[in-house]
């Protein structure tokens, strides 16, 4: 009964199994980045962000999503790139333990199906500014996929509302 077309299937080492996970492609400058669909609440076209006085170079300010306030990360900042974003950035909308983030990129550019058995460590050679925020790496026939660890870019951001208190009395 044992047909050879389920080769694979039944690993009997039980090592082998790979598991496909989802990631939201994006690109900035030239270097395309992932993070894991199921952090993402939406993703949206570039909205009028309000600036926060005092706030970190990775701040670029709150938006206001339909009530929710939403605190922007500047990626090209994070990762140590120029602050040139093209006209028509987009912002993808995550969850983390610490609320809603906005991850500003230049573009999103679309689902990836990730075979976890093919994730390969960071590379010594990725800038190590934006090295610490990095899960894994994913290799494409057109280069590197990027893969970004949400919690760790959360880990560095807390969202300004306690700095706002702070500053203002």
């Given at each position: 009964?044992?047909?050879?077309?389920?080769?694979?299937?039944?690993?009997?080492?039980?090592?082998?199994?790979?598991?496909?996970?989802?990631?939201?492609?994006?690109?900035?400058?030239?270097?395309?980045?992932?993070?894991?669909?199921?952090?993402?609440?939406?993703?949206?076209k570039?909205?009028?962000?309000?600036p926060?006085?005092?706030?970190?170079?990775?701040?670029?300010?709150?938006?206001?999503?339909?009530?929710?306030?939403?605190?922007?990360?500047?990626?090209?900042?994070?990762?140590?790139?120029?602050?040139?974003?093209?006209?028509?950035?987009?912002?993808?909308?995550?969850?983390?333990?610490?609320?809603?983030?906005?991850?500003?990129?230049?573009?999103?550019?679309?689902?990836?199906?990730?075979?976890?058995?093919?994730?390969?460590?960071?590379?010594?050679?990725l800038?190590?500014?934006?090295?610490?925020?990095?899960?894994?790496?994913?290799?494409?026939?057109?280069?590197?996929?990027?893969?970004?660890?949400?919690?760790?870019?959360?880990?560095?951001?807390?969202?300004?509302?306690?700095?706002?208190?702070?500053?203002?009395?």
């Amino acid at each position: 009964s044992n047909t050879s077309s389920s080769t694979g299937s039944n690993n009997s080492d039980g090592v082998g199994l790979s598991e496909k996970v989802q990631f939201c492609g994006f690109r900035i400058g030239n270097e395309e980045y992932g993070v894991p669909v199921f952090h993402i609440q939406e993703v949206i076209k570039r909205q009028p962000i309000s600036p926060i006085p005092l706030s970190q170079d990775s701040v670029l300010g709150l938006l206001n999503l339909r009530g929710q306030i939403v605190t922007c990360l500047s990626l090209r900042s994070l990762f140590g790139k120029d602050k040139n974003y093209p006209e028509e950035f987009m912002n993808i909308i995550v969850q983390g333990n610490e609320g809603a983030f906005s991850l500003v990129v230049d573009e999103v550019t679309d689902i990836l199906e990730v075979d976890t058995q093919k994730l390969e460590p960071t590379p010594d050679t990725l800038n190590p500014q934006m090295k610490k925020y990095v899960k894994s790496v994913y290799q494409l026939e057109k280069g590197l996929f990027v893969l970004i660890d949400i919690e760790k870019l959360f880990k560095n951001q807390k969202p300004s509302s306690e700095e706002g208190r702070r500053v203002g009395n």
